[in-house]
Every structure is written in C-alpha cells, then in structure tokens.
C-alpha cells in the first residue's frame, strides 16, 4: 500500500488500541434496539472521523460509502448496540481489513470517555484508574535471572503504558537485567498501548548518544508525519552489547508489535515466536451513542524513510515457533550459541 499518495485533513489525537480492548468490555447483548434516528448519528460519527483523519482517503471513501449503502439497505435497523457494533465493524472490515477499526459496546469505557471530552473527570475517576494500573504492575509480570546462561527474562503482558510510574517501573525491570548477556523480553499476548514505552526500552540496547530513528508515522495531514526516535537517555546501565531476543505471537499486536518491527530492522533483536496481529495503525477512541465506541485509525506506523510497515501481514519472525515454544526456542539458541563458544574454545 502505497503512502506517498496520502494528503492532508484534519487529525484526530493518536494513541494505539490493546486488540483485547472490545473483548474485555463487551456487554452481554440487551435486547434493546437501537432507534433509526441514533443509528444514523452513529454512522455519521463514524463517517466523520473516517474522512477527517483515516491515513488512507481511497479506503477511507469506500468506507463510508459501504455505511450509507447499508443504511439505506435498512441493514442496521432493529439491532441492539451489541449487535449493530458487530454489524458495523463486519462491514468495514468486508471493505478493508483493518484490525484496528472497531466498533464496541461498553457502559463503563463509554461513561468513561464522554467524563475525559467534557473534562468532567472526577479524582475518584482518576484514583481508580492509577490504582487499577500500579495493581497490573503497569504492565510488567516479572523478571527472572539465569546466572548459568546469563540471561534476563522480562515478561510484559500488560500493555505499554506512558505515565512516568510505567517509565520507572520499565527502568527497574531493565536495571535487574542490565549485567546479563542475553535479554529475553516477553511481549507474547501484549495488544499495545503507547509507542513511548517501546521506544524507552529499545534505547537501553544502544550506546549512550547514539539514537536510532525508530518509526515513522504518516497521517493522513503528511505535515502531521512523526519521526520516532529512541531516547537519548535512559536511567541505569545501557545493554549495547547483550544479544536481545524478543518474543512475539498472534496476539502480539498494535505498538508491541511496534517494538518488535523496530528492532527487527535495526537488527538488533532476534524475534522469536509467531507471526503477530497485523494492526499497524495508530488511532484514537471516539464515544458515539447508546454506549458505543469506536476505535478510529488515524496514523500508518512504519519503517523509516519506507512504505513498509506490519500493518495486514504482522512482524514475520526470524525463529518461526509455535508462541508457546518461543521461550523455549530462544533459551535452546543462547544455550547452543554458547556451547559452540565453548567448543570453539577447546
């Protein structure tokens, strides 16, 4: 898919979507039907912030035109919100499989975002939220030390979050592992969240000063393009010369897969596992009616100073296992690489 064609409209602020959101807050279905007047705002929500800032205009037109065909068709009508947010979310995706666009159903995410446009946020809202985040560890599940091997094993299945608390626990989960030789990072069944957090840790595998243009992300506003670049400070010990192995699988998805795609082409890391998600487009959650939201693709992630990026084909792995053989597989090369050190040795 070619970007150089994409020109200018008005963006939408881009965050990236954890593939599992819809799947964690989808209701069980009310039985009550959405009436014609509010299925028509909704289409019109959707069809609005598909035209002002999808990255792809030709997709973006066949989009809308499949939501007016449809309504017209009277296809939408006498579904409850559960049922019309499938409804809409097949027929999109019947036009252009993006794994990113998604319509769901959820009170409570709904309630949430309609607080955070309005600015009526409340410091319990906030409490809650922090607290729920630092009780997840704000992503990090562990750090395991193997002295034989020298290897650090970091497993993040939680998300890659952005608040400064994300920041210092990713910092201290790196400084456990800052001596080992080999790194293993674990972001098999992560859907995503920030590119912060994968651009934080990639730079810990570099030396100090020596930043690396990670992605780039086209808008459909090409003056809104972003180059993304590794952090030019990192707290603690750098790891320039550790061999890094990252674990990936199919639901590997969004700025995970980010992280791994990166290092893949930098060829710095070794990715082990299998092929991920396929969700290369950055975008923004938009509250729309009877508790319906969607998640609206704005920004194309890619290769620098490229067209190329994992969106539709995911991040192909340079170890092809089954994901859960990926751990195994990664510790049976840095075991074998050694013992071919070892023998090299003799």
């Given at each position: 898919?070619?970007?150089h064609a994409y020109k200018?409209?008005?963006?939408?602020?881009?965050?990236?979507?954890?593939?599992?959101?819809?799947?964690?807050?989808?209701?069980?279905?009310?039985?009550?039907?959405?009436?014609?007047?509010?299925?028509?705002?909704?289409?019109?929500?959707?069809?609005?912030?598909?035209?002002?800032?999808?990255?792809?205009?030709?997709?973006?037109?066949?989009?809308?035109?499949?939501?007016?065909?449809?309504?017209?068709?009277?296809?939408?009508?006498?579904?409850?919100?559960?049922?019309?947010?499938?409804?809409?979310?097949?027929?999109?995706?019947?036009?252009?499989?993006?794994?990113?666009?998604?319509?769901?159903?959820?009170?409570?995410?709904?309630?949430?975002?309609?607080?955070?446009?309005?600015?009526?946020?409340?410091?319990?809202?906030?409490?809650?939220?922090?607290?729920?985040?630092?009780?997840?560890?704000?992503?990090?599940?562990?750090?395991?030390?193997?002295?034989?091997?020298?290897?650090?094993?970091?497993?993040?299945?939680?998300?890659?979050?952005?608040?400064?608390?994300?920041?210092?626990?990713?910092?201290?989960?790196?400084?456990?592992?800052?001596?080992?030789?080999?790194?293993?990072?674990?972001?098999?069944?992560?859907?995503?969240?920030?590119?912060?957090?994968?651009r934080f840790l990639a730079?810990?595998?570099?030396?100090?000063?020596?930043?690396?243009?990670?992605?780039?992300?086209?808008?459909?506003?090409?003056?809104?393009?972003?180059?993304?670049?590794?952090?030019?400070?990192?707290?603690?010990?750098?790891?320039?010369?550790?061999?890094?192995?990252?674990?990936?699988?199919?639901?590997?998805?969004?700025?995970?897969?980010?992280?791994?795609?990166?290092?893949?082409?930098?060829?710095?890391?070794?990715?082990?596992?299998?092929?991920?998600?396929?969700?290369?487009?950055?975008?923004?959650?938009?509250?729309?009616?009877?508790?319906?939201?969607?998640?609206?693709?704005?920004?194309?992630?890619?290769?620098?100073?490229?067209?190329?990026?994992?969106?539709?084909?995911?991040?192909?792995?340079?170890?092809?296992?089954?994901?859960?053989?990926?751990?195994?597989?990664?510790?049976?090369?840095?075991?074998?690489?050694?013992?071919?050190?070892?023998?090299?040795?003799?």
């Amino acid at each position: 898919m070619k970007l150089h064609a994409y020109k200018s409209a008005a963006l939408l602020a881009a965050i990236c979507l954890p593939l599992h959101m819809s799947a964690q807050t989808a209701a069980k279905d009310s039985g009550h039907v959405v009436s014609k007047e509010a299925t028509h705002v909704i289409l019109e929500k959707i069809s609005k912030g598909l035209d002002d800032g999808y990255p792809f205009p030709e997709i973006s037109k066949k989009y809308i035109a499949t939501l007016k065909s449809q309504e017209n068709k009277k296809a939408y009508q006498n579904l409850s919100p559960e049922q019309l947010a499938k409804k809409i979310t097949a027929d999109l995706r019947e036009v252009h499989k993006d794994v990113h666009l998604t319509i769901f159903h959820s009170k409570n995410y709904f309630e949430q975002l309609t607080r955070t446009y309005a600015n009526t946020r409340t410091p319990e809202d906030i409490k809650l939220e922090l607290e729920k985040k630092r009780q997840n560890n704000y992503g990090f599940d562990a750090v395991e030390l193997n002295r034989k091997t020298s290897t650090a094993y970091i497993k993040i299945s939680g998300g890659f979050h952005g608040e400064q608390e994300a920041f210092e626990m990713a910092a201290n989960a790196m400084n456990m592992a800052a001596y080992s030789k080999n790194i293993i990072i674990d972001i098999r069944d992560n859907g995503g969240g920030t590119g912060m957090m994968g651009r934080f840790l990639a730079g810990y595998f570099f030396h100090a000063g020596d930043e690396r243009y990670y992605l780039h992300g086209y808008h459909k506003d090409r003056s809104k393009d972003i180059q993304e670049w590794t952090y030019p400070f990192v707290p603690g010990k750098r790891m320039p010369d550790s061999k890094l192995y990252i674990l990936v699988n199919k639901h590997t998805a969004s700025a995970t897969e980010g992280f791994a795609f990166a290092l893949q082409k930098m060829h710095r890391a070794t990715i082990v596992g299998d092929t991920t998600a396929g969700a290369g487009i950055a975008g923004t959650m938009i509250p729309l009616q009877e508790n319906l939201v969607v998640f609206m693709p704005v920004k194309m992630v890619a290769a620098p100073e490229s067209e190329q990026g994992w969106e539709g084909t995911g991040v192909i792995p340079d170890v092809v296992v089954k994901g859960e053989d990926a751990r195994t597989e990664a510790e049976n090369l840095i075991r074998k690489e050694q013992e071919n050190v070892a023998a090299a040795r003799k």
